[in-house]
């Protein structure tokens, strides 16, 4: 397996992802979107690092580690806009763990919003975009 075959791998992943987040939306059940939407961003994130040949951390925020690869992810891919990226990771990241098990006094289903899980497939769409972008530049 190659680098490239990797990231396309993660990066096909991340799509079923999204197509999961419509189903679940279909259902109204907006705390398994932002739950898998979460999951979409990090592989399609994670495709994107290894598209530019970087190694992935072992992290569900990834937000971090593309910041400090800043320079090395922007070449040759000067559309992919990593500032957003980044808040993306860390505001999906911030609500995995809640929208999953819940907390003793949040209950995830009586707590999001159809306007939560509507930013969370749009946010997760954007990042498999921008992943493809990197994919095809880095060709």
Not at 104 to 109: G, L
Request: aromatic share 6%.
């Amino acid at each position: 397996m190659t680098a490239d075959s990797l990231a396309r791998s993660l990066i096909g992943q991340a799509r079923q992802r999204l197509r999961i987040l419509s189903t679940a939306a279909e259902e109204r059940a907006w705390y398994i979107v932002v739950r898998e939407a979460q999951e979409c961003v990090e592989l399609a994130l994670k495709g994107l690092l290894r598209a530019v040949g970087l190694e992935p951390p072992k992290l569900h925020d990834i937000g971090p580690f593309l910041l400090r690869h800043r320079e090395r992810i922007a070449r040759g891919n000067s559309r992919v806009d990593l500032d957003r990226l980044t808040k993306i990771s860390d505001w999906l990241q911030k609500e995995r763990e809640r929208s999953f098990y819940g907390e003793i006094d949040f209950i995830p289903q009586d707590h999001y919003t159809e306007e939560q899980a509507a930013r969370a497939i749009s946010d997760a769409t954007h990042c498999v975009e921008q992943a493809e972008i990197a994919l095809e530049s880095s060709k």
